[in-house]
């Protein structure tokens, strides 16, 4: 199976910052990994899937780049809505394996 | 846009048996390989079980293989989980997803005597 790796663990910002969340796969994922913010109550929302492709609705401050093995999300001047827990997850191959987490906090 | 909405969680003591379903909506379910993920209080999302579009093959880790069946029925498109034997650490809530575009909001399944 794909190991990933993500990383930090915890991150804390004040709205108007930027940020960058990485993520590395233990083998070449070629460009198939994704991106979800994950709130309580509430369905995962992805955010980004193929490495970079916004999917539908998600705001252009978020990117994501890396191809291989090494992946970065960036969410750009932060809202308050943006605060909470990212998971990234390889979807090259079966099974899919997701991160640890990143737990976004406002300072 | 697609909607999945999980449910038959609950408590239940160990070595008992929970079936859980997932109703599919907005998207032609049989199209699409279906998965279960879970995650457990406090922890991270783990992969459980995958089926094909036709329901032919089924995919499980080890952590849960023997013990969890998982299945479909594309015209009520609906996906089911059936958990046997459950152990403490099957603990978790469990999501009905389309990897990667559609998660359902989880149903909570808690092992405990």
């Known amino acids: 199976d794909v190991q990933m790796t993500q990383s930090p663990s915890n991150l804390a910002a004040s709205p108007g910052e930027s940020v960058s969340i990485n993520c590395k796969a233990s083998k070449s994922i070629s460009k198939y990994l994704a991106w979800y913010q994950q709130k309580p109550g509430k369905a995962n929302k992805l955010l980004i899937y193929?490495?970079?492709t916004l999917q539908s609705g998600t705001p252009s401050r978020f990117s994501g780049s890396g191809s291989g093995t090494d992946f970065t999300l960036t969410i750009r001047n932060l809202e308050p809505e943006d605060f909470g827990l990212y998971y990234c997850?390889?979807?090259?191959?079966?099974?899919?394996?997701f991160g640890s987490g990143t737990k976004l906090e406002i300072k | 846009e697609g909607q999945l909405v999980e449910s038959g969680g609950g408590l239940v003591e160990p070595g008992r048996s929970l079936k859980l379903s997932c109703a599919a909506s907005?998207?032609?379910?049989?199209?699409?390989?279906m998965d279960w993920v879970r995650q457990a209080p406090k922890k991270g999302l783990e992969w459980v079980a995958s089926?094909?579009?036709?329901?032919?093959?089924?995919y499980y880790p080890d952590s849960v293989k023997g013990r969890f069946t998982i299945s479909r029925d594309n015209a009520k498109s609906t996906l089911y989980l059936q958990m046997n034997s459950l152990r403490s650490e099957d603990t978790a809530t469990y999501y009905c997803?389309?990897?990667?575009?559609?998660w359902g909001q989880g149903v909570m399944v808690t092992v405990s005597s």
């Open positions: 907005g998207f032609t379910f049989s199209n699409y390989v």
């Open positions: 997850q390889q979807h090259n191959e079966y099974p899919p394996t």
């Open positions: 193929s490495g970079s």
């Open positions: 089926i094909s579009t036709g329901g032919g093959n089924t």
């Open positions: 997803a389309v990897i990667p575009d559609y």
